[in-house]
């Protein structure tokens, strides 16, 4: 069984929607997707086999203010508007849906993690999680801490699945997968450091301590998981596609110019993968 994983970042996510349109053009086929956030999204419209649909999100709909704004803040206590993105555009009558149906009928299996806000343990969602018209779980995987109040489902409130298995290359073969595509959206030898995540935490523990825990530790979990994705590939059992550099750009940075780029560079650095899955 073949996989790939996303680990999503924002709109740095942009690189892995350029991978998945070389690989519906070429016909790559994986068997099963894992999606993180932003790659939840990617890897949803890539088994619907909607080419060029994620790549309208991050250059288009990202620069308007119902995606992400100030304004959604004050008004809805959330930077991003997730039921703009995953319901207004998404949903059927809207201006981009989301191919249900094909996602349905599909034989890839898809994971889509979030994190339990309480437990801050990782939550890996699945096809029987979605129907038609309620994408909720890619909007409980993108719900970036502070940035956005948590998503609930069910009652149950859900962060970005970032903060507790932020590469979950290690789910994908134990779900039984033997080659996997690791799709990053820093460089490879990016090492993250605790200061960055330092404040963020403390402010989330207040309410969520778990989770707060989770961000807190983030640095180390992500680069564990890169050295463990790293010892895979050595192995031959993953290959990881990393940009060369972010071209400037943080989780939110809104420049056309360089999600262009981005985006160029996943589509350019996809052409690794047929060897690869062969």
């Known amino acids: 069984m073949t996989g790939i994983v996303d680990v999503g970042g924002g709109l740095r996510g942009i690189y892995g929607a350029g991978i998945f349109d070389y690989c519906m053009e070429q016909g790559i086929h994986f068997d099963y997707c894992i999606g993180v956030s932003a790659g939840s999204a990617n890897v949803c419209s890539y088994i619907a086999g909607q080419k060029g649909r994620n790549y309208q999100f991050y250059t288009d709909y990202s620069f308007r203010k119902e995606y992400m704004s100030v304004k959604n803040l004050f008004q809805k206590g959330s930077y991003i508007n997730m039921d703009y993105i995953y319901g207004e555009l998404s949903n ?9 149906k094909k996602i349905e009928e599909s034989d890839v299996e898809l994971r889509v993690v979030a994190t339990n806000a309480v437990t801050g343990k990782p939550v890996y969602f699945d096809k029987t999680d979605m129907c038609q018209d309620n994408y ?7 719900c ?4 956005c109040k948590p998503y609930r489902i069910k009652g149950v409130p859900y962060y970005d699945g970032g903060l507790s298995d932020p590469i979950p290359v290690q789910k994908a073969l134990d779900d039984g ?3 996997v595509v690791v799709i990053l959206t820093k460089p490879i030898d990016t090492i993250r450091v605790a200061k960055k995540d330092a404040f963020p935490a403390r402010v989330l523990k207040r309410k969520y301590p778990k989770s707060g825990e989770d961000l807190a ?13 790293k010892k895979y590939q050595k192995q031959g059992k993953v290959l990881i596609l990393a940009p060369d550099d972010c071209c400037g750009m943080e989780t939110l940075t809104k420049d056309k110019s360089a999600l262009d780029k981005m985006y160029h560079k996943g589509y350019r650095d996809a052409k690794k993968i047929p060897d690869f899955v062969k």
Request: a positive charge.
């Open 144 to 147: 970036i801490p502070l940035v």
């Open 217 to 229: 530790r983030r640095y180390k979990t992500y680069n564990d998981q890169v050295r463990l994705a």
């Open 92 to 100: 059927t009558g809207g201006e981009n849906p989301l191919d249900y």
């Open 177 to 179: 997968c033997d080659k």
């Open 136 to 142: 909720s779980i890619m909007k409980a995987s993108c």
